[in-house]
């Protein structure tokens, strides 16, 4: 079966731009979630959905960072503008369900670099 | 809130020596705990997962092992070899909370 797909790969912008990232889970996985993982730390949670309803957005700084997923599927993350600490790897995941046994998934990463 | 350390934070052995890393988290009210290993400049692979009911997961040359009461859990490699050389990331899944230790880096040199 297909992974977890991601893009862009790469993103090297500067501080107050904006830039939108694509994720698209494993066929039939209701679940999917967005992390940000910052050099040297592990991934932290920041978005989490359940087919196209948020689960936890809790760590999501909603000042700048949109997501959505439209028709449960495909999901964009949104940052706009832009700040040096946003540098970072934004990694998507998915699972069958929420807050069960299911495993998850990850995608490749998008490697977002803020100049 | 959950709290995950890893311990070490690196570890660098040479070849064929058998490896523990240790995961611990401060919520026990858990569903699972995974064990993942990211490469250089690529997501994340899941190894093993471990539901809260099981004591011990095994793949092949993995053992993990689970103490759920205590928060504990013991990623052990036997035999290890160069390609083992990543991160290796555990996250205690506590009810839909999702937590990610900060990884322990390993290197196996030949």
């Known amino acids: 079966e297909a992974g977890v797909a991601q893009s862009p790969r790469y993103k090297i912008i500067e501080k107050r731009q904006s830039v939108a990232f694509w994720c698209n889970p494993i066929?039939?996985?209701?679940?999917l979630y967005w992390y940000q993982q910052i050099l040297g730390q592990g991934p932290k949670l920041l978005i989490q959905?359940?087919?196209?309803?948020?689960?936890?957005d809790s760590q999501l700084p909603k000042d700048r960072f949109s997501a959505e997923r439209l028709k449960g599927v495909d999901s964009t993350l949104k940052i706009q503008p832009a700040k040096l600490e946003d540098s970072a790897v934004y990694l998507c995941?998915?699972?069958?369900?929420?807050?069960?046994?299911?495993?998850?998934?990850f995608g490749p990463g998008t490697r977002l670099t803020v100049t | 809130k959950q709290e995950v350390t890893q311990i070490p934070a690196a570890l660098s052995v040479p070849e064929g020596e058998n490896l523990v890393l240790n995961c611990s988290f401060t919520?026990?009210?858990?569903?699972?705990l995974q064990w993942f290993r990211q490469d250089p400049g690529k997501g994340l692979t899941s190894l093993l997962l471990i539901q809260s009911s099981q004591r011990e997961q095994t793949s092949g040359r993995l053992n993990a092992s689970l103490d759920k009461s205590s928060g504990r859990s013991t990623l052990y490699i036997a035999a290890s070899q160069p390609g083992d050389s990543a991160t290796y990331l555990c996250m205690p899944n506590s009810y839909g909370k999702l937590t990610f230790g900060q990884g322990t880096i390993l290197t196996v040199h030949p």
């Open positions: 995941a998915s699972s069958l369900l929420v807050g069960t046994s299911y495993e998850q998934y």
């Open positions: 919520d026990s009210a858990i569903y699972n």
């Open positions: 959905f359940q087919n196209n309803g948020v689960v936890d």
């Open positions: 066929s039939g996985h209701a679940t």
